[in-house]
């Protein structure tokens, strides 16, 4: 997953910096509607009782608590545009993105020990506003999309940039597989193309649907079928048929306004869409069906810009970041939120990402507090 949007008016490590480095502590029913529990539930266990205030209720267990994992990373940019998390030679790594400065904007992190792998990525000449890593002939990539219109490759394990940039792209940017090929998709002007990687080259024509600027793009499958879903300005999420080259059904709608962000997964056997916007919801969509699953997710109190999908303790989530500055993890069986609020960031959450780090479910976040956080998600 990998979004852009318009910009919305402890001890820190820095990034780069490795000589104070601290070590990192290592169903929804068949009708598509969300189960949630009453508002007025009770429960009641070896007690009497004859009044109960509200008690949340998780299918699988007690209800998690979050925590941070070691100390937050700071940049030297101002702000952190684009987090992406993966596996690098057995190790989890972050890759986050901002804006540009002397040393470079593209940061790769060893989350088991909580240090930057390296130094910085290349130079950029515009901020880094999307991150996507992929498999590219046998290496670990990422590919980084600015402003200017460039999407730069890198090899992860050699820190190198792999060619010359693609011109005349957009941002964001999203990596993964078409026919055996390693592709990028990458709007621009409104529509969304793709890009042969090893090549260089665009394949096929543009994707034309959305009536303004894509934000958000998403690789996954659905029916045997390489996807794309697509969100934006024109406040609609989209599917394409990548093969064929064409739009799959209708388009979802619901949000009153942009999408900032789309994520795909799984659900119960089924490929499911996540999308945040700046009505301030999350929302969950049958990618099959075209039809939205339960009412909106709600609890954050501005725009969301980000969304990320995971499991947790066998359950699927969905993670979000947003203009309110809190982390939220939302149980998508239930559709309830799982946990407190996520707090640690003093200004908007602009990215976050779902991950694994030595067995556990993790979420990195990125802001515009200029920091990079990792939080235990199965914390108790």
């Not at 949630?36 to 004859?50: E, F, K, N, S």
């Not at 109960?52 to 100390?71: D, E, H, M, T």
């Not at 709600?298 to 309110?324: E, M, N, P, W, Y």
């Amino acid at each position: 997953m990998s979004d852009i949007h318009p910009s919305p008016f402890a001890d820190p490590q820095r990034l780069g910096d490795e000589s104070d480095a601290a070590p990192v502590d290592a169903g929804m029913p068949p009708s598509g509607r969300m189960r949630r529990w009453p508002l007025a539930a009770v429960v009641v266990i070896g007690l009497t009782v004859a009044a109960c205030l509200v008690i949340p209720v998780w299918l699988r267990g007690p209800a998690p608590s979050f925590r941070q994992i070691g100390r937050p990373f700071i940049g030297r940019s101002g702000l952190i545009d684009a987090v992406a998390v993966g596996q690098l030679d057995g190790r989890t790594i972050a890759v986050s993105g901002g804006g540009v400065n002397d040393e470079g904007p593209l940061q790769v992190w060893d989350l088991t020990v909580g240090k930057p792998l390296g130094p910085p990525l290349g130079a950029h000449d515009a901020t880094v506003l999307s991150v996507a890593l992929g498999e590219l002939n046998g290496r670990t990539i990422a590919a980084s999309s600015t402003g200017d219109g460039l999407v730069r490759i890198w090899d992860l394990a050699t820190g190198e940039r792999l060619g010359d940039p693609l011109i005349g792209t957009g941002v964001p940017v999203a990596v993964g597989q078409l026919n055996g090929k390693t592709i990028a998709v990458s709007p621009r002007d409104g529509n969304v193309e793709l890009w042969d990687l090893a090549a260089a080259k665009r394949i096929g024509n543009p994707l034309i649907g959305h009536t303004g600027q894509v934000y958000s793009v998403a690789i996954g499958q659905l029916s045997g079928k390489t996807i794309a879903v697509s969100g934006g300005h024109d406040g609609t999420v989209r599917m394409w048929d990548l093969a064929a080259g064409k739009e799959l059904g209708d388009p979802l709608v619901g949000h009153k306004g942009y999408v900032f962000s789309v994520a795909i997964g799984q659900l119960d056997g089924r490929t499911i869409a996540v999308s945040g916007g700046k009505d301030g919801t999350v929302r969950v969509w049958d990618l099959t069906t075209g039809e939205q699953l339960g009412s909106p997710l709600t609890g954050h109190t501005g725009d969301v810009f980000s969304v990320a999908i995971g499991q947790l303790d066998g359950r699927t989530i969905a993670v979000s970041g947003g203009k309110d500055s809190t982390v939220r993890v939302w149980d998508l069986t239930t559709g309830e939120q799982l946990g407190d609020p996520i707090t640690g960031h003093t200004d908007l959450v602009h990215s976050v990402a779902v991950g694994q780090l030595n067995g556990r479910t993790i979420a990195v976040s990125g802001g515009w507090d200029d920091t990079v956080r990792v939080w235990d998600l199965g914390a108790r």
